[in-house]
């Protein structure tokens, strides 16, 4: 089977011009996924994960390699070289990000920004309440939060709304930095019943957890990264 994501020699280097240095984040790296499968990513802090997870998105442009990655709308498409458009529609449709970090638009309540990424993958506005109402209970966020704004949340409750957003999409290939970092047991437990679901249905997906209990008899096979580099765990 043709794997859904194949890495060939990923590159990435920065410069940093207040030191006339360069840092190369990651060195040449190859590695694939075949579809429905769950990777995860071991490192110590500045190793470069999530370098290749930004590399993939396109939050990065990367110096040399390719990022093969098989899409539904596309087929075969080098992510390291696609255009714009064509990312704005892979990250809309088909690959999901998430991190510990929740980027919103102001004036947006937790309710229309789950609506609205179900929304913006051509879903009716029925089935999106439908959807986010019951993504929304999954994560036991409080009912009175639904119409409020996320800025006034705590950080747990905008952890577990940055992932509702992007679990709801139901991505082909979802990648995920660390996106318990701070969470409580409860709602990393939560966050687990969710990926095991995805899991089920056949979503790919490439994750960087810092919590190795985690992560145990969840994915399938582990790199660990190190300086740039990587060595299969299993
Ligand atoms: N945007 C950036 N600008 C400059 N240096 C960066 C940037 N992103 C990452 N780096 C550097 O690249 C290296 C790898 O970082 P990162 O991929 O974030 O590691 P990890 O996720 O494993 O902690 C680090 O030395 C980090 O400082
Ligand atoms: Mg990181």
Redesign the pocket.
Known sequence: MEPILRIENLSKS?T?HNLKKQ?K?VDAINFEMQEGEFVGIT?K???????ILKSIYRTYVINEGNIWYLSKKFGRINLAEASEREIVYLRKQEIGYVSQFLNVMPRTTARELVEQAIVEMGNTNFLAEREAEKMLSHFELDEELWDSYPATFSGGEKLRLNIARAMVKRPRLLLLDEPTASLDHASKRKVRELMEQLMREGTTMLGIFHDLEFMKNLCHREYN?NAGHFASVR
């Open positions: 920065f940093l840092i984040a490192g802090s500045g190793s470069g994960k999530s370098t990264m």
